[in-house]
């Protein structure tokens, strides 16, 4: 089946590679920054965070932006990537980010508006996605 897109697939982008989905995409967002939430969260219980509610608002953003860039950087998937199997890699060559790409993208991912702008793109692709020359692939099941 083809669309307008250029002759690629519905789901595909111009190279016909399998994207990612909205809702898989957003769940694995959720899941990651879950998960830096709740590493904060102990990291205040054992004494090595900033104490109060105003420490957990800068904590988690720090650490997601560190935690993401690490994930991007040494491999092309995060823990919510994984679990929900899709991958970030490069637009262009398919491999991974790099680290000023990879930390371009977390730091606009973690100011929510330009996540929001997937919902306008037809290939799903964000503001930090065409900032950081990335895109969202599914992962082949094994």
Not at 29 to 37: G, K, S, T, Y
Not at 118 to 136: E, I, Q
Request: overall charge neutral.
């Amino acid at each position: 089946m083809t669309t307008e897109r250029g002759g690629a697939e519905a789901g595909a982008d111009e190279a016909g590679q399998d994207l990612a989905g909205l809702g898989e995409r957003f769940t694995a967002l959720f899941i990651d920054w879950v998960a830096c939430l709740v590493l904060t969260y102990l990291l205040e219980w054992i004494g090595l965070g900033i104490p109060g509610p105003a420490g957990v608002n800068v904590a988690t953003p720090v650490l997601f932006i560190v935690y993401y860039s690490f994930a991007m950087t040494v491999g092309s998937q995060s823990l919510g990537m994984a679990i929900m199997r899709i991958a970030c890699v490069s637009a262009a060559t398919g491999g991974r980010l790099g680290l000023p790409r990879a930390v371009l993208r977390a730091v606009l991912l973690s100011l929510v508006l330009p996540a929001l702008t997937t919902l306008a793109d037809p290939y799903h692709r964000g503001l930090h996605d065409r900032a950081a020359g990335s895109v969202m692939l599914k992962v082949a099941g094994a």
